[in-house]
């Protein structure tokens, strides 16, 4: 499964990030999980939101430059090698991993954020090796998973 990951470009000056962190507060749309990664210029910064279509829209008509890329969540046990193995899996298959991160998730599990040269067939070969994979769903609404 897919999911869609907010991408904001971010200049690197005083009260930019939080006046993005401001939009999505303003629009009622919460942060599952994000990545933050800057140059001397600019920073990009990666969300899982609870609505990634409201949030672009939305920090579009404030001026930020925002996008939706897709990405996925592969699920995979808290102990030592897992990260390897489905790395491993993926080199093996002939795929490559632009850039991960992890998604904020409760229990004896994690979810993995992954940015893939071929999603669909990375989702098949994850499967084929029984790694599940979150839904668009499951990934947006991961505090309501964490609270109940």
Avoid: W
Avoid at 12 to 28: A, I, P, S
Avoid at 31 to 59: K, N
Avoid at 80 to 86: E, F, I, N, S, W
Wanted: charged share 20%; proline share 1%; glycine share 6%.
């Amino acid at each position: 499964m897919q999911i869609k990951q907010l991408s904001v470009f971010i200049e690197n000056k005083e009260g930019r990030l939080e006046g993005v962190t401001q939009v999505l507060t303003d629009h009622n749309i919460n942060i599952a999980s994000f990545s933050l990664a800057d140059s001397a210029e600019y920073g990009v910064l990666r969300m899982i939101v609870s609505d990634p279509e409201m949030g672009r829209q939305a920090l579009k008509e404030k001026g930020f430059s925002a996008s939706l890329t897709d990405v996925i969540a592969v699920k995979i046990a808290q102990k030592p090698g897992t990260l390897h193995q489905v790395l491993r899996l993926l080199f093996e298959a002939g795929f490559s991993v632009e850039y991960m991160y992890t998604l904020a998730t409760a229990g004896t599990d994690t979810s993995i954020i992954m940015k893939i040269s071929d999603i669909n067939g990375a989702i098949d070969v994850l499967k084929k090796n029984c790694y599940g994979v979150c839904t668009a769903k499951e990934a947006y609404e991961i505090n309501n998973i964490i609270n109940k």
